[in-house]
């Protein structure tokens, strides 16, 4: 009885497809190890791959090439820090790149705002409202409501940096930024799950605080 005769493929026959996803998944977790760890190769990297991009968005909102690179540069070395301060946690290849889409896109309009209240401060600039290009930029037909939710946007965070306890500063953030369950956020934090679910319990309670001060500030204001 012969025996049958099985077909061996080469190495370079063999589809490298999963390969190559692995190889991409392993270079992103080094990356954000290396970010974290503050190593200035990984550093580099990450100002390298993510330069052009938001230079990119930035072109959309102006003609300036000045302010394409000031808003390039604040937006990548703004989400350099966020990730170093704890605001992204590592979930699934690809993960890291879809974070820092929608932090540099917040972080972006954030300084096109500030642009633009500078501008009509100084007169250069009529205040009625956003421009086409910011419209165009966040995707909706009511770019007044969409600078309201960035204003709320940028409200949260600041009383989130003002929050004295870090293991309940990062734990919210986590939690309403990112979108974790609590287990893992517990995971991430290395932390028991009731004292993750005490953290968040009590930074909303600080978080809350603060935003009903920072909106009677603004009642208050002539």
């Known amino acids: ?22 190889d991409r998944a392993a270079d992103e977790r080094h990356l954000v190890e290396g970010l974290l760890a503050g190593s200035p190769e990984c550093v580099t990297e990450f100002l390298e791959r993510t330069h052009h991009p938001v230079f990119c968005m930035a072109c959309r909102l102006t003609h300036d090439s000045e302010l394409r690179r000031d808003w390039a540069h604040a937006v990548v070395l703004g989400t350099l820090e966020d990730l170093r301060h704890g605001r992204f946690v590592y979930r699934r290849p690809g993960s890291l790149w879809a974070w820092f889409r929608k932090r540099a896109y917040y972080r972006l309009l954030d300084e096109y705002r500030r642009h633009r209240a500078w501008l009509a401060r100084s007169g250069a600039l009529d205040p009625g409202g956003p421009s086409s290009e910011f419209a165009e930029l966040a995707g909706t037909d009511d770019p007044a409501a969409e600078m309201e939710r960035l204003e709320l946007r940028r409200a949260i965070e600041t009383c989130l940096d003002a929050i004295d306890n870090p293991d309940h500063r990062r734990a919210l953030s986590l939690r309403l930024f990112d979108d974790l369950p609590y287990q893992e956020i517990a995971t991430a934090m290395e932390a028991p799950l009731n004292s993750v679910r005490a953290w968040i319990r009590r930074g909303r309670l600080a978080l809350r605080r603060c935003l009903a001060a920072r909106m009677e500030g603004i009642g208050e204001r002539p």
Not at 1 to 22: C, D
């Open 1 to 22: 009885m012969r025996t049958p005769m099985v077909t061996r493929t080469s190495p370079a026959q063999r589809p490298q497809l999963p390969h190559a996803e692995a």
